[in-house]
């Protein structure tokens, strides 16, 4: 079974400095989808960047980027220049690369960022 | 697009009553939806995976007696909680798949807050 860990379980950050965000996963499967999720304080769910195991181009989705080690079996994410808006918990993903049951997600324990002024 | 809608977004209920959430999506079709549980404070926790037209899939340690789910139609999953008791308030999030090639995007309902007392 795949399991996720994020060891920093409240980060804070500077408004407009930059923030990693860590996260570590364990799988024998060798194409997968990793995931960081953002969780506000409404509970909505919304993906915040993805990356495919097959890729080895690091994703980045405008202040949003990914350092994916596959080796390692990390996948950490950047916040540059961070804003208020960007305060919420934070979750690290995984998924096989099948369809239907195979889709599901296994989530990581969550990171709670705070921006500070 | 692929917006999922969940309801109620909140119910109180006696203990022993059960209780019904629906999640649709509302402008795609969902040949897999998922269910996961989250407690306050935790991350989101798998309990089941449902296909349309075909008995759901429950994690480990989930009770199918008790918690019932349909997913009669490719828009609309259901879980019920039966005879609810107060262990069982937490919050409840659904996601459903759409199909994009060989890859299954999710997208999740804003969530169903359950007290039961």
């Known amino acids: 079974a795949q399991t996720v860990t994020q060891s920093q379980p409240e980060m804070s950050v500077q408004e407009a400095e930059t923030v990693t965000l860590s996260c570590t996963y364990d799988t024998s499967e060798s194409d997968y989808y990793l995931f960081w999720y953002k969780q506000p304080p409404s509970r909505q769910m919304i993906l915040v960047i993805r990356q495919e195991a097959y890729k080895q181009q690091n994703a980045t989705e405008n202040r949003f980027s990914v350092n994916f080690q596959k080796a390692a079996k990390s996948f950490s994410l950047k916040i540059s220049d961070s804003q208020l808006g960007d305060a919420a918990m934070y979750f690290c993903a995984y998924r096989s690369a099948g369809t239907g049951t195979a889709s599901k997600l296994t989530f990581g324990t969550g990171t709670r960022l705070q921006v500070t002024l | 697009g692929a917006v999922v809608s969940q309801h109620p977004s909140r119910v109180i209920c006696k203990s022993g009553t059960s209780v019904k959430i629906e999640c649709r999506s509302l402008d795609f079709q969902a040949t897999t939806m998922f269910w996961y549980r989250q407690f306050p404070k935790q991350s989101l926790m798998l309990m089941a995976t449902s296909n349309e037209g075909s008995k759901a899939t429950y994690e480990q340690g989930v009770e199918k007696d008790k918690f019932l789910i349909n997913h009669a139609s490719l828009t609309l999953s259901t879980l019920t909680v039966t005879s609810a008791h107060p262990e069982d308030s937490s919050f409840y999030i659904c996601?459903?798949?759409?199909?994009?090639?060989?890859?299954?995007?999710?997208?999740f309902g804003p969530g169903t807050r359950l007290t039961v007392l």
């Open positions: 996601s459903a798949a759409r199909a994009a090639g060989s890859y299954n995007e999710q997208f």
